[in-house]
């Protein structure tokens, strides 16, 4: 296994959003390479593809429960080369580039006949070549056809050739997969002598460091297609977990390691290395990894390992949130010892899911041979937590229940939520937070093994901890949750997430959890009954009955239709950000999400304007954001498609100005639920 200590990391994707724009102003990555650039909306693309951005009328990428999807159809618009199918690549070209270090990615490549996967390098500025030798500088760090779907090419493109020997063998190394389904990572150490590549963490090959691969190298990825793939088959389709760099040279400036979301649940951590985020080193025994954050609740977890091969990772989470970055562990389970990881925050009163993953589990067939991690006791404000011993004998999650053992202070209301029935035993969780809005839920639960456990968002954000359901469902029972908050004029999305489910065959052996109503600011909220028979989340959208007061500015469209009024003014302060919103409506409007340098403004709001006649909202924006560059962010949250352009549902920013200049790049095309991105700059600097 790759051992990267001594490494920091210094550039992560997680994928759990999107960060994808033509030239990467702003975002992560830029899907068009400049110098390759075919059309408005195209990359030239190689093999039998064009790689086109979604301004062409198609969009090749999708980020989804933690993972980057690019897929390639047969030509389906203008942009790109005539015939060519349409596909997706991204790179950092001009905004993350580095000399040296261990790169990954780990993905489910395509196993279609005619995919090309590939993770690779580029020069910022390539090398002299003075004496025309042929080639050029790229390093490959994988390469995976579909047709040969077990095997991956790892390749190092130079000028400096050794003479009178092939280049597969002095500059390729090739390798073959165990298992060709699934993710798999794919990694290259590039040093000064030597470049050593990797699957699964496992050394595969490596070769000498040719004399002209000593300059910064930018990161691509993409899915090219090949001249067999065969347009009657369907999409091809890669996934990506993660793009991750590291580097040791002592200069380098580590970066947060990002929620970690594997999409199988499986994550190799940093191999050692360090993040930004991560805690600080710690001896060998039972010392303590460190006391991270702030905040008047601790949570104290004590872990021990099984070492073999490497220490055991992980992370840990409350209420479904990673609390700092990956952890090692030290401390031998055998032995007795463990390491003592002490957490603070502000969890709020009442019931809270904590939850580790373990990231890295090794196995060769004997106890002696295996890695495994272990919770050996835990508190929660200095209290034992029950249940808290867990025993991780392969990668995942586990949770367990801790509780607030002092969850309201005397002056807090708890008597103001009754249960419709008066029923002692099917009380209220509590009446929380402060502010003008009022959100009033009724729950129910059909108990089975223990109550229902749930948790609410509004608009993304958790609202208070876990809570517990009491009330019968069968007895026409109903807890009363009452949430204050000030969530601003506008529609807003209320998710409630369903987090212990239990079935064991018969309506009699069923845990389940209702939703038997609601109410928003004193009004019924239309289409508030939800029956969770199956844990996970269910949403409705609630809304301002008196969204703007009187003085509140409004906005026109261009054409002047009532129907397509503007959201609101929203929001104070000397910064103006106007944007120009129209839609395709289909089954209903399209919803969407605002967010300057990724603090979301205002709630969830509707598309009113047609598109297709040259309409748009008008929805301006006030804030403090200070001298200097800023991202813009839109999230189009409802995406529906029923096969045919006159039945999706689409939405458009079709400009915007910020302190009144114009932004340039500032049509945006969404044709499927996702965020992104353009780069506003204050003009006005102090």
Known sequence: MIDLTGYKLTFSDEFNARSISQT??????????????????????FGKSSFVDPASGYDPFKVAGGALAITAVPDRTPSGYPGSWESGLITTQGHFSQTYGYFEIRADFS??????????????????????????????????????????????????QTPNIPWQ??????????????????????????????????????????????????????????????????PITMKIDYIRAYSKDPHAV????????????????????????????VPAGSSSPASLGTGPDTLVLKISQDAYKGDAQYTVSVDGKQVGGTYTAHAAHGANQFDTLTLHGDWAPGDHRVSLTFLNDAYDGT???????????????????????????????????????????????????????????????????????????????????????????????????????????????????????DWAPGDHRVSLTFLNDAYDGTPATDRNLYLDGATYNGTDVAGSKLTFLSAGAQSLTVRDVAPAPATSP???????????????????????????????????????TVSVDGKQVGGTYTAHAAHGANQFDTLTLHGDWAPGDHRVSLTFLNDAYDGTPATDRNLYLDGATYNGAEVAGSHLTFLSAGTQSLAVHDWLLA
């Open 254 to 281: 580590a970066v947060n390691l990002d929620t970690v979301s594997p999409p199988d649940g499986k994550d190799p951590g940093l191999y050692g290395a360090t993040s930004a985020n991560s805690p600080a080193p």
């Open 169 to 234: 063998v002095n500059r390729q190394v090739y390798s073959e997969l165990g298992q060709a389904g699934g993710y798999h990572t794919y990694g290259m150490d590039w040093q000064k002598d030597k470049i050593s590549f990797y699957v699964d963490g496992q050394f595969v090959g490596a070769q000498a460091t040719p004399s002209d691969m000593t300059g910064p190298m930018y990161l691509l990825a993409d899915l090219a297609t090949q001249d067999d793939a065969d347009p009657a088959g369907g």
């Open 554 to 592: 409004t906005t026109t469209p261009a054409t002047g239709s009532a129907g397509a009024s503007s959201p609101a003014s929203l929001g104070t302060g000397p910064d103006t950000l106007v944007l120009k919103i129209s839609q395709d409506a289909y089954k209903g409007d399209a919803q969407y």
């Open 24 to 45: 990467g102003a702003g975002t992560t990555w830029a899907d068009i390479r400049s110098e390759w650039r075919y059309d408005a909306h195209s990359d030239i693309g």
């Open 111 to 160: 196993d279609a006949k005619g995919g090309w996967d590939a993770f690779w390098l580029l020069p910022d500025k390539p090398a002299p070549n003075p004496n025309q030798r042929p080639g050029w500088q790229e390093l490959d760090v994988v390469e995976h056809y579909g047709v040969n779907d077990k095997g991956v090419y790892s390749t190092i493109h130079t000028t400096d």
């Open 367 to 485: 106890p002696a041979t295996d890695r495994n991690l272990y919770l050996d006791g835990a508190t929660y404000n200095g209290t034992d937590v029950a249940g808290s011993k867990l025993t991780f004998l392969s990668a995942g999650a586990q949770s367990l229940t801790v509780r607030d053992v002092a969850p309201a202070p005397a002056t807090s209301p708890t008597t103001t939520t009754t249960p419709a029935t008066g029923s002692a035993g099917s009380s209220s969780p509590a009446s929380l937070g402060t502010g003008p809005d009022t959100l009033v839920l009724k729950i129910s639960q059909d108990a089975y093994k223990g109550d229902a456990q749930y948790i609410v968002s509004v608009d993304g954000k958790q609202v208070g901890g876990t809570y517990t359901a009491h009330a019968a469902h069968g007895a026409n029972q109903s807890d009363t949750l009452t949430l204050h908050g």
